[in-house]
Structure formats: structure tokens, C-alpha cells
């Protein structure tokens, strides 16, 4: 008997054309897309929405031995950007290196562009095929871009509607109305491989869970003897994290929804537990926006009581600045207009109550901003903390092993125990689906009630 | 692969140059020194697949290393491979037969193409590059040697022996691996081996007889044989992979076959090498090829409309100009460094057909009649040549040849088609005299002429050649004049001719003799009659009697001091050799 697997590979390889498949969690889509690719001749187009998407893939690539001049990972927003902005006149892409929310610009400009004959010349000379993954988080405009690549290529695309949890920015698309008319479906990858070798029951009882969601059913956690469940309280957060810590071994995840719970939790837990922060920093941003006006003026008073302010932020130790002996020289230096200091500051108060840190990225980055100052490469502290963190959204976060994050930030990822903070405070379907897939070995749920019913 | 447009700056005797290339078969033709070559050999550099040039400090333009040199083409009908992201599909542009090249794709009829750019400055290491079109500060890519090749550019020069076989980068080595890469390399190696092992039963004995002396003395001088010493055949020197498997006709090799066929073949070879179409160049094309076969070479060259060849060659044969259309022909010129690539337009497509080496000339006297052109090759073979001779360091060239000059009369008869002619050469670049008669309804006129640039001799007086020497030969070579005629023509008619001209001023037995001519008295009236007696007789109205009129000139010009004559010819003379 074929496995559904296979069946899928097959479909994916041989597709003239265009294709769609449906992947649970954990149930082998990369594996499938790293598959098919080998298998294919020619050169694959794999695109994904994120820079950890894309570390993830070109990883698996590397693991199964697949030669380099197979495929092409890229992010959707990156590969667009090259073509529009090698061709400004014809796209009329205004930003050439957009920021922020330049990259919006981007999608129109690539529409525009790729509605030029010559194109087709090109795709069909670097690519034989197109795979694009988390299909459920394409906007309308990247779904308009696939459509045309259909045109000349064969065309997979694969995602997970039920994971479509950035639906609250631009409208994305609808997988029966936008995609299924023109991408045929194979089979859907329903294997639980992500539990097979840690906890396959808890693999099986959470398809089950997906099963009852797809059909807007409400949960009822007691039924699922894997998954543990915990009243919730702010108390029963700090408590459980503590107490998985201190009976499991490997990696967790705390989730959260709202970024402050996530701070919160973090902080009560003393440095236990890692809270990450967002891709775009605003904090780290806007307070080194605010020391650039502060150097203009040369007001160092205002620079340290800023930096200040942001270090107490990421750590859950009150008094970190006061009665410091070994920071007053420091200090001083920084009064005295020598910003390349801050580093070494960082450093002193991460040895002296690192273990109190529950931001550490915060704090990192802010190290590495006032390093990337030091080189004289940039006119500001604003454009250094940019290229700072532009290395981390291109080269991954640094990997903590007990961290409380977001669904929106640890979508795709795996750990091996998953705790759900705040199961009511989760939104919708999409956010909660997404938290209770993320651990391989156990799941542990906290709400008002093991009776969930959240709707959409 | 098309070439559309050349830029040339500060590569030998081009300081620049900027050419649209507007035809797929081009002959460019132009004066010794035209650097015309130089365009050839510029492009077989910009598209060289090797690593490095022979280039040193002379290449660069008056030697001045400070200014680099620099080629650029854009390109179009490219090979798929080099279309890709990686490759340069980001750095695509477009090209318009009318519009030139353009960063955005408007129409159906817009092709795409790529601006490629070879550089050398004074460290005289070759940098090729992709440019971008857009006018950004995009850095440009460079281009592989590997990726260079594949756009299949050749030129066919003097090394044809190495294209006949399989040596390394030859072009025949280049066709055979485009469908095979990886087999021919272990085939010679095999083939060598086998070579190797078959030389190896050769019994060598008979060269191993000095052998036995040697050991001895070798041993006293401390060698030993760690094995034992023997004749053997050396690998090295019996490889085969440097083109020793070449093409050959039955038995004999190729290589042994005239250089015409040699070249004809490796053009061949080159043609079929590059599937997605290849540019051949040939420096002088017509080297070592009768006119029958130089002919069917340009006709096979020729392009049709769905090829994607090109063809680009230098000539300096008439035979080749000839063949070619007018369209097909390029006048190059270079002044001081500025580069010129003219095309020749379709209206002279007669004189392409009827008179191919006016465009092989570095001057052009357009002569009215074929009196005229007679007279000057006379003139400069009996007379110019010797006293210039004699007045050394006064003149530029002693001779036509030299300087470059060819009198060349207008094609059509009647001589009404010679400024037209003459403007329309001094429009393609060449120097460019008029000599005629008068400036009676010329068209363009004489003006018009001069404003172009072209230098108007006409004879004194609006009169023709025949009346004008009458007027101006010493009074006792008039007789000879006649006799001349005599020679040139039937005798009874010349004196018809006088006859008819005289008869109304003194009696008709008296036209029948010199003597008879003279008693009418009047000098100058005689002078008058017996000029228009030869030019309505026509009695040297024909190259070779022009040319007899000269060498008879040649003898009395001396004479002729301060004539007209003497003045046209004296402002002839100093244009030609000055």
C-alpha cells in the first residue's frame, strides 16, 4: 500500500499543472517539498514568507544531501524585491532597500513588472519549477504574483488554512475560493510524523482536536489524556512553567497571544524563561531614536537615562543601577560622550544578574547596536540598530531552550514541551491550533475551562 | 547572437568610436590605416574566451595607459542560459531597430538584449562585464569565459590549423562537445594510451646499442640505475591532446590542403558551431581565395532572414564589393583618433556594381570624362613621377599609388551623374576632387561641391580638355596634336572632322594639311576650330586615348608655363601628392 506521503511527492513532482497541498502540523510538508524537489529535474523556485522559513528549508535541503543547484530558497518578499528593483523603470518600485512598510511598494511593483513579456524568457531559463510554502499566509497581491507564474511554470503551492494566523494586516487568501479553483488538490498530509518518535498518541489526539476545529466544534480537553490541563491564573502560569522546567528535559515554549502577557510571564519567572521579542524591535527603535536626537544635542544626561530605562525593561531585578560601584566609571565615560562604552556596560550587568534577565534579546541587541555604532559605518545609532537586527532577521535568533514567546513568532517552530498560557485570550482557532502543535513531547493547556469554545 | 551597437575608446588608433550596426552582413572597406581592422580585432577581444589578452602599453591609444581602454556592444538574440536570474536576467535591456536601445520593453518588435563592456586599464588585466541599462548605480556582473563562448563569436585569422582539430580550445574540439561534454576528453586520453602501449612493443634494441658504453662511465660518475637503463617513449612528448587527432580527407590531413580551403573550412566549422547563431569575423576575407571561390564564400556567408549569423569582414578587394550590396558596405574613416562606420547608401548601388574600387581609394578625383581619368594616370606614370623624383622633399607621395589617389570617371556616359557621385562619396568620409569640364549646369552644383568639402577643378574658360589644350599648346605642337589624333583615329575622318570645322573660313582644299591649316593666319582663330574639331570628333574621347593624350602632354608641359592648363594641373598635381 502507497503511503499518502508518496502520493503527494509523486503529484508534486510530475504536476504540470498547478497544485496545492493541504498540511496538517508536523505532518511532513517540508519534508514533502524537500522530497519533491530532489526528485525533480531542473531548478526549483522554493519560496516562504520568512527568513526562519527559509533557514528551515535550505537546512532540510542540506540534511537529505540535495545538490545546490536544485534549488533556490527565497523569501517571497526578497525574490520579488530582486526582480523589482532591478528593473525600477518598468516596475516603478520607488525604494530600492524598503524598510518597514516599504515593503508593501514591493508586491504592486512586482505585479507591474511581471506583466512584461520578457520575463517569461527569464523564469523559464533559471526555473523549471515553482514550490511556494505557507501558502495560507499569502496576501491577495502574492496570490495575483502566483497566478501569473502559472503561466510559464508548474506551479505547487502548500500550506495549512487552519494556521492562517496573519490573516489581520492585508487580506490574504481564502484556500476554497482563491486557491482550490485553480490548484488542484492532492491528498492531504495527515501523518502526525512530528509525534512519531517522542509521543505519537499525543500526535494522534491532536488531530483529532483538528478534526473538531475544521468543523467548529467545541473542545473538550478532558477527552485527551496526553494533554494536561491547568486552571488558569497569572499564579498558575508561574507555577506550571516552573514546574515543567523542573520535570522535563529539552526544549519549551510558553505561548502567549498579546506580547505584554508574554513580558509579564517572563518577568514573573525571574529569568527562567526568555521572552522574544518581535522581529521589528519597536522598543530598541524608538528609544534609539530618541538617543539620536539626544547626540544632536549632545544631552548624554538624557542618552543614559534612556539606555537605562530600556535595560530595566529586560530585567526582572528592580534595583539593577543603584550602589553600583562598578558601573559609576562607565558612567562617566558615557557622560563624557563616549557611547562605544554601552557594550561593556551590558556585559557587566548581564555578569552581575544575567540570571535575572528575561529579555536577553532585548539587551543583545542593544549591544549589538552600539558595536555596529563603533565601526563608524553609519551616519546614525538608528541606522546601526537597523543593520543589527537585520543580521538576526537574516541569520535566526540565538536558540534558548525555555522561552515564552507568541503564536505569531513561533509559528512553524518545534520544541518539545508546549504550554498554552492563556487558551481564552488566544483569539481564534487559527492562534490556538497553532500553540498546541508546537511540542513534540507534551502539551499542557491553561484556561478558564477544559470545555473550549472559541469560534472562528 | 546580433550585434547592434559597438563602442570603441582609446584601443589603438580608435580614440572613439560609436557604431549602430545596422546590417547582418558587413564589409567594411576603408583606406590602409582606417582601423578597420582594429574594429575587428576589438570584438574578438570583447567576446574572447580566453583568460587573458596579449595586450601591452602600444594598445592603448597614443600610448597613454592613464586612459583605459574600452569595448562595448549591446547584443541581442542571446542563448537561453545567460537569460537566467543568476545569470543576467537582472540585467537585461531592450533594443529597437529604430529606436536603439532602451531600459524598458514597449513593443512586440523590442528584443532583448544585454550590454556587454571589456576594460583595461594600466595594470593591463582584462575586466569583462555585464552593465546594467538602468540608469542606477547597479554594479556590474561578470561575465565567465565560459559564458562568453557560448554567445560564439570567431574570428577566422591566421591560425586556421588549430580549428581543424580537437586541441583544446578549438573550435572543432568546441562543436563536437556542445552535445557531448564529457567524453571527448577521456577518448584522447585513451587514444593516447593506446598510442603509448603500442609504441612500447616497438623493439628499440638497435638504439640501446650505445647504452652498454654509458653505464660504466655513469656509474664512476656516481649514477646508478635504480632499475635498469633502457630506450623508452617519453609521454610527454606524445600527446595527443594538443590537436595531433585533427580533420583529415582520406589520407591526408587537412592541414596540407591551401590556405583557401583551410580558411573555408574552419569558417564551416565555426557556422555550425553555435546553434543559437554564431558572429564570425574575417580579416580580409578575400587572403588566398580566387574570385570564383570568394564569391560563393559571401554568398554562402550571407545570412538569410531566419538565421541568427552574422558576418563581419574587412576587404580590400573589389571582387568582394562587388558581391556585396550597397547596404552591405561600410566606409570606415578615422581622423585624428574620431572613428567613422558609414554606410554606404542605395544610391550608389551602381557604382558598387560598375566601379567596386572607388571605395577602395583614400582619395577619389571624380573625373567628368574618360578623357580626364586617362590623362592623370598618364600624367602621373610620364610626367608626375619623374619630377617629383627630381624635386625630393617637396611632395608628400611620388606617385597616385602612394598617395592612395584613383581617378575614377563617373559611370554613366555624358558625365551628368559625377557630382552626384562625388557628393555622395564625400558624404561616406572619402577625400573627394571634381575634375571636369565646366561648371555649366552642374548638378549639385560647384558650390554645393565645395561646401562638402570636395575640391572643384575645372578647366579655364568653360571649355573642354580638346579646346582647352588648343588653346594652350605651343604653337608648333599643334601640328603633332594632329598627328596624334591621326594615330588614334582613322586618319580621313579627322580631317572630316577639320574640314567641317574650317570649311567656313578658308577654302576646302586647304583642309587637308597643316600647311593649309596655317594660311588662314589667325592663331588664335585656328587654335579655336581645331578645338572644337576634336571635341565634336570626339578624337580622344576614351580612357586609353586620354591616357595617349597625357603621355603626349607629358612631353611639353614643361613648356607650357603659365597656361591654364598648366595651373589646372599644377592645383591637380598638388592635391594628389601634396
Given at each position: 500500500m502507497?503511503?499518502?506521503?508518496?502520493i503527494?511527492?509523486?503529484?508534486l513532482?510530475?504536476a504540470?499543472?498547478?497544485?496545492s497541498?493541504?498540511?496538517?502540523?508536523?505532518?511532513?510538508?517540508t519534508?514533502?517539498?524537500?522530497?519533491?524537489?530532489?526528485?525533480?529535474?531542473g531548478?526549483?523556485l522554493?519560496?516562504?514568507?520568512?527568513?526562519?522559513?527559509?533557514?528551515?528549508?535550505?537546512?532540510?535541503?542540506?540534511?537529505?544531501?540535495?545538490?545546490?543547484?536544485?534549488?533556490?530558497?527565497?523569501?517571497?518578499?526578497?525574490w520579488?524585491?530582486?526582480?523589482?528593483?532591478?528593473?525600477?523603470?518598468?516596475?516603478?518600485?520607488?525604494?530600492?532597500?524598503?524598510q518597514?512598510?516599504?515593503?508593501?511598494?514591493v508586491y504592486?511593483?512586482?505585479?507591474?513588472?511581471f506583466?512584461?513579456?520578457?520575463?517569461?524568457?527569464v523564469?523559464?531559463?533559471s526555473?523549471?519549477?515553482?514550490?511556494?510554502?505557507?501558502?495560507?499566509?499569502?496576501?491577495?497581491?502574492?496570490?495575483?504574483?502566483a497566478?501569473?507564474?502559472?503561466?510559464?511554470?508548474?506551479?505547487?503551492?502548500?500550506?495549512?488554512?487552519?494556521?492562517?494566523?496573519?490573516d489581520f494586516?492585508?487580506?490574504?487568501?481564502?484556500?476554497?475560493?482563491?486557491?482550490l479553483?485553480?490548484?488542484n488538490?492532492?491528498?492531504?498530509?495527515t501523518?502526525?510524523?512530528?509525534w512519531?518518535?517522542?509521543?505519537?498518541?499525543?500526535?494522534?489526539?491532536?488531530?483529532?482536536i483538528?478534526?473538531?476545529l475544521?468543523n467548529h466544534?467545541?473542545?473538550d480537553?478532558?477527552l485527551?489524556p496526553?494533554?494536561?490541563?491547568?486552571?488558569?491564573?497569572?499564579?498558575s502560569?508561574?507555577?506550571?512553567?516552573?514546574y515543567?522546567?523542573?520535570?522535563?528535559?529539552?526544549?519549551?515554549?510558553?505561548?502567549?497571544?498579546?506580547?505584554?502577557d508574554?513580558?509579564?510571564t517572563?518577568?514573573?519567572?525571574?529569568?527562567?524563561?526568555?521572552?522574544i521579542?518581535?522581529?521589528?524591535?519597536?522598543?530598541?527603535?524608538?528609544?534609539v531614536?530618541?538617543?539620536?536626537?539626544?547626540?544632536?544635542?549632545?544631552?548624554?544626561?538624557?542618552?543614559i537615562?534612556?539606555?537605562?530605562n530600556?535595560t530595566?525593561?529586560?530585567c526582572?531585578?528592580?534595583?539593577i543601577?543603584?550602589d553600583?560601584?562598578?558601573?559609576?566609571?562607565?558612567?562617566?565615560?558615557?557622560?563624557?560622550?563616549?557611547?562605544?562604552?554601552?557594550?561593556?556596560?551590558?556585559?557587566?550587568?548581564?555578569?552581575?544578574?544575567?540570571?535575572?534577565?528575561y529579555?536577553?534579546e532585548?539587551?543583545?541587541?542593544?549591544?549589538?547596536?552600539?558595536?555596529?555604532?563603533s565601526?563608524?559605518?553609519?551616519?546614525?545609532?538608528?541606522?546601526?540598530?537597523?543593520?543589527a537586527?537585520?543580521?538576526?532577521?537574516?541569520?535566526?535568533?540565538?536558540?534558548?531552550?525555555?522561552?515564552?514567546?507568541r503564536?505569531?513568532?513561533?509559528?512553524?517552530?518545534?520544541?518539545?514541551?508546549?504550554?498554552?498560557?492563556?487558551a481564552d485570550?488566544?483569539?481564534?482557532?487559527?492562534?490556538?491550533?497553532?500553540?498546541?502543535?508546537?511540542?513534540?513531547?507534551?502539551l499542557t493547556?491553561?484556561?478558564?475551562s477544559?470545555?473550549?469554545n472559541?469560534?472562528? | 547572437?546580433k550585434?547592434?551597437?559597438?563602442?570603441?575608446?582609446?584601443?589603438?588608433?580608435?580614440?572613439?568610436?560609436?557604431?549602430?550596426?545596422?546590417?547582418?552582413?558587413?564589409?567594411?572597406?576603408?583606406?590602409?590605416?582606417?582601423?578597420?581592422?582594429?574594429?575587428l580585432?576589438?570584438?574578438e577581444?570583447?567576446?574572447?574566451?580566453?583568460?587573458?589578452l596579449?595586450?601591452?602599453?602600444?594598445?592603448?591609444?597614443?600610448?597613454?595607459?592613464q586612459?583605459?581602454?574600452?569595448?562595448?556592444?549591446?547584443?541581442?538574440?542571446?542563448?537561453?542560459?545567460?537569460?537566467?536570474?543568476?545569470?543576467?536576467?537582472?540585467?537585461?535591456?531592450?533594443?529597437?531597430?529604430?529606436?536603439?536601445?532602451?531600459?524598458?520593453?514597449?513593443?512586440?518588435?523590442?528584443?532583448?538584449?544585454l550590454?556587454?563592456r571589456?576594460?583595461?586599464?594600466?595594470?593591463?588585466?582584462?575586466?569583462?562585464?555585464?552593465?546594467?541599462?538602468?540608469?542606477?548605480e547597479?554594479?556590474?556582473?561578470?561575465?565567465s569565459?565560459?559564458?562568453?563562448?557560448?554567445?560564439?563569436?570567431?574570428?577566422?585569422?591566421?591560425?586556421?590549423?588549430a580549428?581543424?582539430?580537437?586541441?583544446?580550445?578549438?573550435?572543432?574540439s568546441r562543436?563536437?562537445?556542445?552535445?557531448?561534454?564529457?567524453?571527448?576528453?577521456?577518448?584522447?586520453a585513451?587514444?593516447?594510451?593506446?598510442?603509448?602501449n603500442s609504441?612500447a612493443?616497438?623493439?628499440?634494441?638497435?638504439?640501446?646499442?650505445?647504452?652498454?658504453?654509458?653505464v660504466?662511465?655513469?656509474?664512476?660518475m656516481?649514477?646508478n640505475?635504480?632499475?635498469?637503463?633502457?630506450?623508452?617513449?617519453?609521454?610527454?612528448?606524445?600527446?595527443?591532446?594538443?590537436?595531433?587527432?585533427?580533420?583529415f580527407?582520406?589520407?591526408l590531413?587537412?592541414?596540407?590542403?591551401?590556405?583557401?580551403?583551410?580558411?573555408?573550412?574552419?569558417m564551416?566549422?565555426?557556422?555550425?558551431?553555435v546553434?543559437?547563431?554564431?558572429?564570425i569575423?574575417?580579416?580580409e576575407?578575400e587572403?588566398?581565395?580566387?574570385?570564383?571561390?570568394?564569391r560563393?564564400?559571401i554568398?554562402?556567408?550571407?545570412?538569410?532572414?531566419?538565421?541568427?549569423?552574422?558576418?563581419?569582414f574587412?576587404?580590400?578587394?573589389?571582387?568582394?564589393?562587388?558581391?556585396?550590396?550597397?547596404?552591405?558596405?561600410?566606409?570606415?574613416?578615422?581622423?585624428?583618433?574620431?572613428t567613422?562606420?558609414?554606410?554606404?547608401?542605395?544610391?550608389?548601388?551602381?557604382?558598387?556594381?560598375?566601379?567596386?574600387?572607388?571605395?577602395?581609394?583614400?582619395k577619389?578625383?571624380?573625373?567628368?570624362?574618360?578623357?580626364?581619368?586617362?590623362?592623370?594616370?598618364?600624367?602621373?606614370?610620364?610626367?608626375?613621377?619623374?619630377?617629383?623624383?627630381?624635386?625630393?622633399?617637396?611632395?608628400r607621395?611620388?606617385?597616385?599609388?602612394?598617395?592612395?589617389?584613383s581617378?575614377?570617371?563617373?559611370p554613366?556616359?555624358?558625365?551628368?551623374?559625377?557630382p552626384?557621385?562625388?557628393?555622395?562619396?564625400?558624404?561616406?568620409?572619402?577625400?573627394?576632387?571634381?575634375?571636369?569640364?565646366?561648371?555649366?549646369?552642374?548638378?549639385?552644383?560647384?558650390?554645393?561641391?565645395?561646401?562638402?568639402?570636395?575640391?572643384?577643378?575645372?578647366?579655364?574658360?568653360?571649355?573642354?580638355?580638346?579646346?582647352?589644350?588648343c588653346?594652350d599648346l605651343?604653337?608648333?605642337e599643334?601640328?603633332?596634336?594632329?598627328?596624334?589624333?591621326?594615330?588614334?583615329?582613322?586618319?580621313?575622318?579627322?580631317?572630316?572632322?577639320?574640314?567641317?570645322q574650317?570649311?567656313?573660313?578658308?577654302?576646302?582644299e586647304?583642309?587637308?594639311?597643316?600647311?593649309?591649316?596655317?594660311?588662314?593666319?589667325d592663331?588664335?582663330?585656328?587654335?579655336?576650330?581645331?578645338?572644337?574639331?576634336?571635341?565634336?570628333?570626339?578624337?580622344?574621347?576614351r580612357?586609353?586615348?586620354?591616357?595617349?593624350?597625357?603621355t603626349?602632354?607629358?612631353g611639353?608641359?614643361?613648356?607650357?608655363?603659365?597656361?591654364?592648363?598648366?595651373?589646372?594641373?599644377?592645383s591637380?598635381?598638388?592635391w594628389?601628392?601634396?
Amino acid at each position: 500500500m502507497v503511503d499518502e506521503f508518496d502520493i503527494v511527492v509523486e503529484q508534486l513532482v510530475t504536476a504540470k499543472s498547478p497544485v496545492s497541498v493541504k498540511a496538517a502540523a508536523g505532518c511532513g510538508k517540508t519534508e514533502a517539498i524537500v522530497r519533491a524537489v530532489a526528485l525533480s529535474t531542473g531548478k526549483q523556485l522554493v519560496l516562504t514568507h520568512t527568513n526562519a522559513g527559509v533557514a528551515a528549508l535550505r537546512s532540510r535541503f542540506r540534511k537529505h544531501h540535495v545538490p545546490v543547484s536544485q534549488y533556490q530558497v527565497d523569501t517571497i518578499a526578497s525574490w520579488l524585491l530582486k526582480y523589482a528593483s532591478a528593473y525600477p523603470s518598468m516596475s516603478n518600485l520607488a525604494v530600492a532597500k524598503p524598510q518597514g512598510n516599504d515593503w508593501g511598494e514591493v508586491y504592486p511593483a512586482a505585479q507591474k513588472l511581471f506583466s512584461y513579456a520578457f520575463l517569461e524568457n527569464v523564469l523559464m531559463a533559471s526555473y523549471d519549477g515553482v514550490y511556494i510554502d505557507e501558502y495560507q499566509d499569502c496576501t491577495q497581491l502574492q496570490h495575483a504574483i502566483a497566478l501569473r507564474l502559472c503561466n510559464f511554470l508548474p506551479v505547487r503551492v502548500l500550506g495549512d488554512p487552519l494556521q492562517g494566523i496573519f490573516d489581520f494586516c492585508d487580506p490574504i487568501v481564502d484556500w476554497q475560493t482563491d486557491v482550490l479553483p485553480t490548484f488542484n488538490p492532492t491528498p492531504d498530509l495527515t501523518q502526525p510524523y512530528r509525534w512519531q518518535n517522542s509521543n505519537p498518541e499525543l500526535g494522534k489526539q491532536l488531530g483529532d482536536i483538528r478534526t473538531k476545529l475544521l468543523n467548529h466544534e467545541p473542545v473538550d480537553i478532558n477527552l485527551y489524556p496526553e494533554i494536561n490541563w491547568q486552571p488558569w491564573s497569572e499564579n498558575s502560569e508561574i507555577e506550571v512553567c516552573k514546574y515543567v522546567k523542573a520535570h522535563k528535559r529539552g526544549t519549551i515554549a510558553g505561548i502567549h497571544y498579546w506580547p505584554d502577557d508574554a513580558h509579564r510571564t517572563a518577568k514573573g519567572l525571574n529569568g527562567l524563561y526568555q521572552s522574544i521579542e518581535e522581529m521589528d524591535c519597536k522598543e530598541l527603535m524608538t528609544t534609539v531614536r530618541r538617543i539620536d536626537e539626544w547626540l544632536l544635542q549632545e544631552n548624554f544626561t538624557a542618552i543614559i537615562s534612556g539606555i537605562k530605562n530600556l535595560t530595566m525593561k529586560a530585567c526582572a531585578e528592580r534595583s539593577i543601577f543603584s550602589d553600583k560601584e562598578y558601573l559609576k566609571k562607565e558612567f562617566e565615560q558615557l557622560q563624557n560622550g563616549d557611547l562605544s562604552i554601552v557594550p561593556k556596560i551590558i556585559d557587566s550587568i548581564t555578569n552581575d544578574i544575567g540570571k535575572k534577565v528575561y529579555r536577553k534579546e532585548l539587551l543583545n541587541e542593544m549591544k549589538n547596536t552600539f558595536q555596529e555604532f563603533s565601526t563608524e559605518k553609519y551616519s546614525s545609532i538608528y541606522e546601526a540598530a537597523f543593520a543589527a537586527r537585520y543580521r538576526t532577521r537574516v541569520n535566526g535568533r540565538k536558540p534558548e531552550n525555555r522561552i515564552i514567546s507568541r503564536t505569531l513568532l513561533i509559528k512553524g517552530l518545534e520544541f518539545n514541551h508546549a504550554i498554552v498560557l492563556n487558551a481564552d485570550k488566544l483569539q481564534n482557532q487559527k492562534n490556538f491550533y497553532v500553540a498546541i502543535t508546537r511540542g513534540s513531547e507534551s502539551l499542557t493547556i491553561l484556561s478558564s475551562s477544559p470545555l473550549l469554545n472559541l469560534d472562528k | 547572437m546580433k550585434l547592434r551597437k559597438l563602442i570603441i575608446q582609446k584601443f589603438r588608433g580608435i580614440d572613439n568610436l560609436e557604431w549602430e550596426i545596422k546590417s547582418d552582413l558587413v564589409c567594411l572597406v576603408g583606406p590602409g590605416d582606417s582601423t578597420k581592422s582594429t574594429i575587428l580585432l576589438a570584438l574578438e577581444y570583447l567576446f574572447s574566451p580566453n583568460w587573458n589578452l596579449p595586450i601591452t602599453d602600444s594598445d592603448f591609444h597614443q600610448m597613454v595607459v592613464q586612459n583605459p581602454i574600452i569595448i562595448e556592444a549591446i547584443i541581442t538574440e542571446l542563448p537561453e542560459s545567460l537569460l537566467s536570474e543568476e545569470k543576467f536576467g537582472l540585467y537585461l535591456g531592450f533594443w529597437n531597430n529604430d529606436g536603439g536601445s532602451k531600459k524598458n520593453q514597449e513593443n512586440d518588435d523590442d528584443h532583448i538584449a544585454l550590454k556587454i563592456r571589456l576594460t583595461i586599464d594600466s595594470d593591463l588585466e582584462p575586466v569583462w562585464e555585464v552593465m546594467s541599462f538602468q540608469e542606477d548605480e547597479k554594479e556590474p556582473r561578470r561575465i565567465s569565459s565560459t559564458d562568453r563562448q557560448k554567445l560564439g563569436v570567431a574570428k577566422i585569422g591566421s591560425y586556421v590549423d588549430a580549428d581543424l582539430a580537437w586541441g583544446r580550445n578549438s573550435a572543432l574540439s568546441r562543436l563536437t562537445q556542445r552535445d557531448d561534454l564529457t567524453k571527448i576528453p577521456s577518448l584522447l586520453a585513451e587514444a593516447e594510451r593506446r598510442v603509448l602501449n603500442s609504441l612500447a612493443e616497438l623493439d628499440l634494441s638497435l638504439l640501446e646499442m650505445a647504452i652498454g658504453d654509458i653505464v660504466p662511465v655513469a656509474q664512476i660518475m656516481g649514477i646508478n640505475a635504480q632499475d635498469a637503463f633502457h630506450a623508452g617513449i617519453d609521454p610527454l612528448r606524445v600527446s595527443l591532446r594538443q590537436g595531433a587527432i585533427s580533420l583529415f580527407d582520406g589520407q591526408l590531413p587537412l592541414s596540407l590542403r591551401g590556405a583557401g580551403s583551410r580558411r573555408l573550412m574552419t569558417m564551416a566549422i565555426h557556422k555550425s558551431g553555435v546553434k543559437e547563431g554564431a558572429v564570425i569575423l574575417v580579416d580580409e576575407i578575400e587572403n588566398s581565395l580566387e574570385p570564383y571561390r570568394l564569391r560563393h564564400l559571401i554568398r554562402q556567408l550571407r545570412p538569410n532572414d531566419n538565421d541568427n549569423h552574422q558576418v563581419l569582414f574587412t576587404t580590400h578587394s573589389s571582387v568582394t564589393v562587388v558581391e556585396c550590396i550597397a547596404s552591405e558596405i561600410f566606409v570606415v574613416n578615422s581622423q585624428n583618433g574620431n572613428t567613422k562606420v558609414i554606410q554606404v547608401s542605395v544610391d550608389l548601388q551602381n557604382i558598387v556594381r560598375s566601379i567596386p574600387e572607388a571605395f577602395l581609394c583614400r582619395k577619389v578625383i571624380i573625373c567628368e570624362g574618360k578623357t580626364e581619368s586617362g590623362l592623370l594616370l598618364s600624367l602621373d606614370q610620364n610626367f608626375w613621377q619623374n619630377k617629383h623624383e627630381k624635386e625630393t622633399g617637396q611632395w608628400r607621395y611620388l606617385t597616385m599609388a602612394e598617395a592612395g589617389v584613383s581617378p575614377i570617371e563617373s559611370p554613366k556616359s555624358g558625365g551628368s551623374e559625377a557630382p552626384k557621385f562625388a557628393l555622395a562619396m564625400a558624404k561616406l568620409g572619402y577625400e573627394v576632387a571634381y575634375f571636369g569640364d565646366s561648371d555649366r549646369d552642374l548638378n549639385p552644383s560647384a558650390d554645393c561641391m565645395k561646401e562638402n568639402g570636395i575640391d572643384v577643378f575645372l578647366w579655364d574658360g568653360n571649355v573642354e580638355i580638346e579646346r582647352r589644350l588648343c588653346f594652350d599648346l605651343p604653337q608648333n605642337e599643334l601640328e603633332g596634336l594632329i598627328t596624334l589624333a591621326e594615330n588614334l583615329n582613322d586618319r580621313n575622318k579627322v580631317w572630316a572632322d577639320i574640314k567641317k570645322q574650317f570649311s567656313t573660313h578658308i577654302s576646302p582644299e586647304f583642309c587637308s594639311s597643316w600647311e593649309g591649316l596655317i594660311s588662314l593666319g589667325d592663331e588664335r582663330k585656328l587654335r579655336e576650330l581645331l578645338g572644337k574639331a576634336a571635341d565634336d570628333g570626339k578624337w580622344f574621347k576614351r580612357r586609353d586615348k586620354g591616357e595617349s593624350l597625357g603621355t603626349f602632354l607629358s612631353g611639353y608641359l614643361d613648356m607650357m608655363g603659365d597656361s591654364p592648363t598648366f595651373r589646372t594641373l599644377v592645383s591637380i598635381e598638388k592635391w594628389c601628392y601634396g
